[in-house]
């Protein structure tokens, strides 16, 4: 979602907050902005809808300059993409502030300010933000009190960057419900929203924890607490390095990490399998414990993770494990029943999904025996706020369609598949053979990306049609869910999932030529029942495209289909979301979509 830079040095930062935006596209955006104090004061502000390279070239037609500087990428919420709303805002020439969140509140403050005389040139909730702090610093507080004050007449979630021009040895930052990461220079120092904004400058980062506020000069950074008292944050060393969000000889990002699988299955496998055997203590001696004690397990996530936590219900029922998966935003506003010994389980790639993130914190009242996460990224919120945390180590995922983040994540729920089927009596030689099938995967899937030119060919049949329809059985189904879902979000193509049996109970009526029926085959009990499925579907004249494994035969007329090694059936639901992701991608690419960043989409939904 919307992306914070800002920066303090002796340089000029201007060409270090646009390289940090440039970084932070992935993200999903449809504005930029900048905002420079130059040396010989006041405040300078360019502003741009639409892609950072258009911010760059108004940049070029209007030099600007300076040593303190904060800059952002919009992703609408309130008002329309248009200039007046894109960040960052200022309060006349007072104050220009980033801010990324909502403020719940900003209707009721916004009648307040007009009534003071404030006048606003937006509609958004931030400039709210702006004009607040200009009215506590035109009351002669220094910018760091005036920050202080002003966020306590906040409702909502922020990050926020302030600049006052007539301060230009600090930025002020405060964090709240949005992610917020600080890096660290030698006489310079800068703020982002995303670690990737500033790897060609530092390694090193303090990340702001729930409702702090910071002080940053060039030579140093003082953190403070929910309580103004100060407070050290530790330092982080990332071990990420520019060259992990290249494309390399790739088309595209999306490209790059559907074909990084198989060495990030690798990467996640690693240090956690060992001659047949999980190495349940790579967990943590936290997780033994908790583990210990569950019974029953609640799965929350959204979007593709949410898929990912479907695939495991399944896996986690077959062991006796109770079971149940549920949308975040749908979580939070019900009543929830929790089990006894219920061990709540969150599922993000990003770390920082609002909607996961305040579900977890609400988790916490309801009786749960702790919290584990399932999530890609070791700095974010939610690996910070659970009590256990199996990482993905899928390393950098720009593509806002998720396809290696799930793989990962799906390895990740049959390690903890594994290690709870332990505590029901799993047989040595029954865990050899688990872990057997998940030492197989990064080969699989590698013969499985094998097929991406044949893949790119069934495409063709997709191209000018405007709907799908994915099916599946057993752990398939999510499958197929996520299937739908990576058409749709880049090829934007309307697609839906079924289970396979529920053909007859109405989607049947929407079977014809024009509608393409894609299924995944597996060889296991459900195959006979799948078949008959689709044999309803041809009996319609509907067109197939199968993806089966080489044992199974297939006894119908007019199909196209392409065969995967043999799979192991534990992990089959992991190998056939390949050839889904492939096909998403190339139909995406004949469609002339823009893969990457497909619209109105962003990678990180950090407001609800």
Same mark, same amino acid.
């Given at each position: 979602?919307?992306?914070?830079?800002?920066?303090?040095?002796?340089?000029?930062?201007?060409?270090?907050?646009?390289?940090?935006?440039?970084?932070?596209?992935?993200?999903?955006?449809?504005?930029?902005?900048?905002?420079?104090? &130059?040396?010989?004061?006041?405040?300078?502000?360019?502003?741009?809808?639409?892609?950072?390279?258009?911010?760059?070239?108004?940049?070029?037609?209007?030099?600007?300059?300076?040593?303190?500087?904060?800059?952002?990428?919009?992703?609408?919420?309130?008002?329309?993409?248009?200039?007046?709303?894109?960040?960052?805002?200022?309060?006349?020439?007072?104050?220009?502030?980033?801010?990324?969140?909502?403020?719940?509140?900003?209707?009721?403050?916004?009648?307040?300010?007009?009534?003071?005389?404030?006048?606003?040139?937006?509609?958004?909730?931030?400039?709210?933000?702006?004009?607040?702090?200009?009215?506590?610093?035109?009351?002669?507080?220094?910018?760091?009190?005036?920050?202080?004050?002003?966020?306590?007449?906040?409702?909502?979630?922020?990050?926020?960057?302030?600049?006052?021009?007539?301060? &230009?040895?600090?930025?002020?930052?405060?964090?709240?419900?949005?992610? !917020?990461?600080?890096?660290?220079?030698?006489?310079?120092?800068?703020?982002?929203?995303?670690?990737?904004? !500033?790897? &060609?400058?530092?390694?090193?980062? !303090?990340?702001?924890?729930?409702?702090?506020?910071?002080?940053?000069?060039?030579?140093?950074?003082?953190?403070?607490?929910?309580?103004?008292? &100060?407070?050290?944050?530790?330092?982080?060393?990332? #071990?990420?390095?520019?060259?992990?969000?290249?494309?390399?000889?790739?088309?595209?990002?999306?490209?790059?990490?559907?074909?990084?699988?198989?060495?990030?299955?690798?990467?996640?496998?690693?240090?956690?399998?060992?001659?047949?055997?999980?190495?349940?203590?790579?967990?943590?001696?936290?997780?033994?414990?908790?583990?210990?004690?569950?019974?029953?397990?609640?799965?929350? %996530?959204?979007?593709?993770?949410?898929?990912?936590?479907?695939?495991?219900?399944?896996?986690?029922?077959?062991?006796?494990?109770?079971?149940?998966?549920?949308?975040?935003?749908?979580?939070?506003?019900?009543?929830?029943?929790?089990?006894?010994?219920?061990?709540?389980?969150?599922?993000?790639?990003?770390?920082?999904?609002?909607?996961?993130?305040?579900?977890?914190?609400?988790?916490?009242?309801?009786?749960?025996?702790?919290?584990?996460?399932?999530?890609?990224?070791?700095?974010?919120?939610?690996?910070?706020?659970?009590?256990? %945390?199996?990482?993905?180590?899928?390393?950098?995922?720009?593509?806002?369609?998720?396809?290696?983040?799930?793989?990962?994540?799906?390895?990740?729920?049959?390690? !903890?598949?594994?290690?709870?089927?332990?505590?029901?009596?799993?047989?040595?030689? %029954?865990?050899?053979?688990?872990?057997?099938?998940?030492?197989?995967?990064?080969?699989?899937?590698?013969?499985?990306?094998?097929?991406?030119?044949?893949?790119?060919?069934?495409?063709?049949?997709?191209?000018?049609?405007?709907?799908?329809?994915?099916?599946?059985?057993?752990?398939?189904?999510?499958?197929?869910?996520?299937?739908?879902?990576?058409?749709?979000?880049?090829?934007?193509?309307?697609?839906?999932?079924?289970?396979?049996?529920?053909?007859?109970?109405?989607?049947?009526?929407?079977?014809?030529?024009?509608?393409?029926?894609?299924?995944?085959?597996?060889?296991?009990?459900?195959?006979?029942?799948?078949?008959?499925?689709?044999?309803?579907?041809?009996?319609?004249?509907?067109?197939?495209?199968?993806?089966?494994?080489?044992?199974?035969?297939?006894?119908?007329?007019?199909? #196209?289909?392409?065969?995967?090694?043999?799979?192991?059936?534990?992990?089959?639901?992991?190998?056939?979301?390949?050839?889904?992701?492939?096909?998403?991608?190339?139909?995406?690419?004949?469609?002339?979509?823009?893969?990457?960043?497909?619209?109105?989409?962003?990678?990180?939904?950090?407001?609800?």
């Amino acid at each position: 979602m919307c992306g914070i830079v800002g920066a303090i040095a002796r340089r000029d930062v201007t060409p270090l907050l646009l390289e940090g935006l440039k970084r932070l596209e992935y993200r999903g955006y449809d504005s930029a902005g900048i905002a420079i104090r &130059p040396a010989e004061g006041g405040l300078q502000r360019i502003r741009s809808v639409g892609k950072v390279a258009q911010l760059e070239q108004s940049l070029q037609e209007r030099a600007i300059g300076g040593e303190l500087g904060i800059a952002h990428t919009r992703w609408a919420t309130h008002g329309m993409p248009a200039e007046r709303n894109a960040h960052p805002h200022m309060s006349g020439e007072r104050v220009a502030i980033v801010h990324n969140g909502i403020i719940e509140n900003h209707a009721e403050l916004r009648t307040e300010l007009e009534a003071r005389g404030y006048r606003f040139s937006s509609e958004t909730d931030t400039e709210v933000i702006a004009h607040l702090l200009a009215d506590f610093l035109d009351e002669g507080l220094p910018v760091l009190e005036a920050v202080r004050q002003g966020i306590a007449w906040l409702s909502g979630a922020y990050a926020l960057a302030v600049i006052d021009p007539e301060d &230009p040895e600090r930025l002020v930052v405060a964090r709240s419900g949005s992610p !917020l990461v600080i890096g660290l220079g030698e006489g310079e120092n800068f703020i982002a929203s995303d670690v990737f904004a !500033l790897l &060609p400058v530092t390694q090193r980062f !303090l990340f702001l924890e729930e409702g702090d506020i910071a002080e940053i000069t060039r030579d140093g950074v003082t953190v403070y607490n929910q309580a103004g008292e &100060p407070v050290e944050r530790a330092v982080q060393v990332s #071990q990420l390095s520019t060259s992990t969000t290249d494309k390399g000889p790739y088309r595209h990002y999306m490209l790059k990490e559907i074909f990084e699988q198989p060495a990030v299955i690798a990467e996640t496998l690693e240090g956690r399998v060992h001659k047949g055997r999980l190495l349940e203590e790579s967990f943590g001696h936290v997780a033994t414990e908790l583990l210990d004690r569950t019974r029953a397990v609640h799965i929350i %996530a959204c979007g593709t993770s949410y898929h990912a936590g479907l695939v495991a219900k399944y896996w986690l029922e077959e062991i006796g494990v109770a079971a149940h998966v549920e949308v975040a935003s749908e979580y939070r506003y019900r009543r929830v029943v929790v089990p006894d010994d219920c061990l709540f389980v969150s599922i993000s790639q990003s770390g920082e999904t609002a909607d996961t993130l305040a579900a977890l914190r609400a988790s916490r009242e309801m009786g749960y025996i702790g919290s584990l996460v399932v999530c890609n990224v070791p700095e974010s919120s939610l690996v910070r706020e659970s009590d256990v %945390a199996l990482m993905t180590r899928a390393g950098p995922e720009i593509g806002v369609a998720s396809t290696k983040a799930f793989t990962t994540q799906l390895v990740a729920l049959r390690l !903890l598949t594994i290690a709870l089927a332990r505590r029901r009596g799993l047989a040595a030689d %029954a865990e050899r053979e688990l872990v057997e099938e998940l030492e197989a995967l990064p080969r699989q899937v590698e013969v499985g990306l094998q097929l991406s030119d044949d893949i790119a060919e069934m495409a063709n049949a997709f191209a000018d049609l405007h709907n799908a329809l994915f099916l599946g059985r057993g752990p398939f189904y999510p499958v197929a869910m996520e299937g739908a879902l990576k058409l749709k979000e880049i090829s934007y193509i309307h697609a839906e999932a079924y289970p396979a049996g529920e053909l007859k109970h109405g989607p049947l009526a929407l079977v014809d030529e024009k509608m393409p029926v894609v299924c995944a085959l597996p060889d296991d009990p459900l195959l006979e029942k799948v078949l008959s499925n689709l044999q309803e579907v041809r009996a319609r004249g509907g067109e197939l495209f199968l993806f089966s494994d080489k044992r199974v035969e297939i006894p119908l007329d007019r199909y #196209q289909n392409l065969t995967l090694d043999d799979i192991c059936p534990g992990t089959a639901p992991i190998v056939y979301s390949v050839p889904l992701q492939l096909l998403a991608y190339h139909v995406a690419v004949l469609k002339g979509t823009d893969v990457d960043q497909p619209r109105n989409l962003a990678k990180s939904v950090t407001v609800e």
